[in-house]
């Protein structure tokens, strides 16, 4: 197979792909790769609030400026004493109360405790912290112990969490709830981040009429911009609704020009196929740079991936399916490449296959699965019905994809599977 390196900006990078049909189907993992290596990320960076930051690309390395926590603190409502003075017998006095965001000035000596609550700095003298748990009160309001703790236990250390001047985190890092939390800690109410790209969204195909109007005989609804907005917004890109062109020519040129002229990239459905109707690869090849377009994959063969001037160009087939799959193995990491993102390959898991697949060697499958336990609680995955690429409704139903190699044929039942989950962990 024609292996193309990275073109040099304004040469066009066709090769295998350039002329119909000729030419081998890339196997997923190196149209991936290719399409990783050719994008480049944004690199201008804007100053977001913590607010906002949700789904943003860190721009800029971030070191704390502060211990956290600044100070030994107490894990526990309880007491804190000297380590000496930890003995079955022993009572102390208690000489003060603190709370959290009260220090305590004075000092704790010896046979002498302070009551102490969960977050309050552990005064001067004081080393153990005992939960109240753990303590008999005296009527003459001295303590004693019902279980010694050990020595140095309940007290949280100044910098456990982060040190000073620890770097937190890297550029490339996605912003979810843990590293904006991180940010929060160490005082930063801001961070520098990529700009998001402007991803445009287009559907292609006479039959198409938006959601809320009436289908006249032979239409369907433009289901395609929905799911792709929604992939989209979710993978925090700006996403700009172009709507539906039908399958001229004409329109799609001026549209394709209109988007690359103030958009990062533009992903559009249908009409990448061959046919007589499908327009979309003669566009681009005219206007601006084909580079690959035929993945082996199922669902989803033809993509045509490319660009117009500084525009990269997304071509998804037009089965709603296909959008999804192609969407997520191909072009969501070029995405979050051109986010600014480091490579998060998807979160792979072992299971096992109940009910057998049926298969064809040559192009990597993603089947919709439904995944759960078994009875002895190992990973199982079974079908989630009937696969067509468009019946997009089993992608309700399903809760993985069930990867299936390009070299695999039919899988029968117990077979051990990758299944790759829909749903993130923690976010
Ligand atoms: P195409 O890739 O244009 O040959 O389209 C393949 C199939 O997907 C056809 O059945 C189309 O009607 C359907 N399709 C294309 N675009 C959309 C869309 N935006 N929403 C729903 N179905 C679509
Ligand atoms: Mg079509």
């Not at 990783?36 to 400026?65: I, K, M």
């Not at 009551?115 to 912290?129: H, K, N, Q, S, Y």
Request: glycine share 12%; net charge negative.
């Amino acid at each position: 197979m024609a292996r193309q390196t990275p073109a040099p900006e304004g040469v066009s990078g066709m090769d295998d792909c350039s002329d119909g049909h000729a030419g081998q189907a890339l196997p997923v993992a190196a149209a991936r790769e290719r399409l990783s290596a050719l994008v480049a990320p944004v690199t201008d960076t804007e100053v977001v609030a913590l607010a906002q930051l949700p789904g943003r690309v860190l721009a800029e390395a971030v070191s704390s400026p502060i211990a956290v926590p600044g100070a030994d603190n107490s894990a526990m409502d309880g007491y804190a004493l000297r380590a000496d003075d930890l003995a079955e017998d022993v009572r102390l006095e208690v000489i003060a109360t603190i709370y959290a965001g009260h220090p305590f000035q004075g000092q704790v000596g010896p046979r002498q405790a302070v009551r102490i609550f969960t977050g309050a700095p552990v005064p001067e003298g004081a080393d153990t912290v005992v939960m109240q748990e753990h303590v008999a009160v005296d009527p003459d309001g001295r303590i004693g112990f019902t279980r010694l703790p050990r020595p140095g236990d309940n007290i949280r250390p100044a910098g456990e969490d982060i040190p000073l001047g620890a770097e937190v985190m890297g550029p490339g890092t996605l912003l979810r709830a843990a590293e904006i939390g991180v940010l929060a800690s160490i005082g930063h109410d801001r961070a520098l981040v990529y700009r998001r790209p402007r991803v445009a969204v287009l559907a292609t195909g006479d039959e198409l009429v938006p959601p809320g109007q009436p289908l006249a005989p032979g239409q369907i609804h433009d289901s395609n911009s929905a799911t792709l907005g929604a992939m989209l917004w979710r993978l925090g890109v700006e996403v700009v609704d172009l709507g539906r062109a039908g399958d001229d020519p004409q329109t799609l040129e001026r549209l394709f020009r209109d988007a690359a002229a103030r958009c990062d990239a533009i992903v559009t459905s249908g009409g990448v196929s061959v046919g007589d109707a499908d327009h979309v690869m003669p566009t681009l090849k005219r206007i601006g740079e084909l580079h690959l377009w035929k993945i082996a994959m199922r669902p989803g063969r033809p993509l045509a991936f490319g660009r117009i001037d500084r525009c990269w160009f997304f071509g998804l087939p037009g089965n709603p399916v296909s959008v999804m799959a192609t969407f997520h193995q191909i072009v969501q990491p070029a995405l979050q490449r051109m986010m600014g993102m480091a490579p998060r390959p998807p979160l792979t898991l072992r299971a096992t296959l109940q009910g057998g697949l049926r298969k064809k060697p040559g192009r990597t499958e993603f089947s919709r699965g439904i995944l759960g336990h078994g009875e002895d609680g190992r990973l199982v995955v079974a079908s989630a019905g009937r696969q067509g690429s468009g019946i997009l409704s089993s992608m309700i139903r399903a809760n993985c994809f069930i990867v299936v190699p390009q070299d695999s044929g039919s899988l029968e039942d117990g077979a051990e599977v990758d299944v790759q989950p829909f749903d993130g962990f923690v976010w």
